[in-house]
Structures are given as C-alpha cells and as structure tokens.
C-alpha cells in the first residue's frame, strides 16, 4: 500500500530539454522587450526617482526589488508559459 500512488511521477526529461529552455528564454525577452516599449516613460520617471538612493535606505531597497520584480519575474513567468505552449504546439510536432 506504501508503493501506491495518486499520480504518476512528472517526466523529467520536459525540464532538462535544451530546446525548450531557448524557446522559454527567447519568449522570455520578447516579453520584456515588449513590457518595455510598453512602459517606457514609467521606466524613465521611476529611474529618476529611484536613483540616486534616498535617506531611508530600507524604503529605497524596497522599492527597488519591487521594479525588479515587475520587469524580470513577471517577464520569465509570462515568457516561460508562452514558450512552453510554442514549444509544444509548433518546435516539438
């Protein structure tokens, strides 16, 4: 009974996939490329008030890692999805 389960094991070979991985990555900087046209003047005001750093350091990192999160965790995850769905459907036939 210790040997039964749910669901099967994932396959492992879909994450070691170099293929897959340059899909994703290419996807990936399509998408900031994309978020960037999109927000250009955004990006310029926030660098201008970002840099340089102010007197409260802590609220200034704060503020830093959330820009760093919305313009490259946000671009992968989006990117890594659109480039397993172009993988699978037109790479990978």
């Known amino acids: ?27 990936s900087a399509v998408v900031l490329l994309a978020f960037l046209a999109l927000s250009w003047g955004y990006v310029g005001e926030v660098v201008g008030v970002l840099w340089p750093p102010h007197e409260s350091l802590s609220r200034w990192a704060t503020l830093v890692l959330l820009q760093l999160m919305g313009y490259v965790v946000l671009p992968l995850l989006v990117g890594g999805l659109v480039g397993d769905f172009v993988y699978d459907r037109f790479v990978d036939s």
């Open 1 to 27: 009974m210790d040997d039964e389960r749910d669901w099967p094991d994932p396959p492992m070979e879909r994450e070691r996939d170099v293929g897959r991985l340059r899909v994703r990555l290419l996807c």
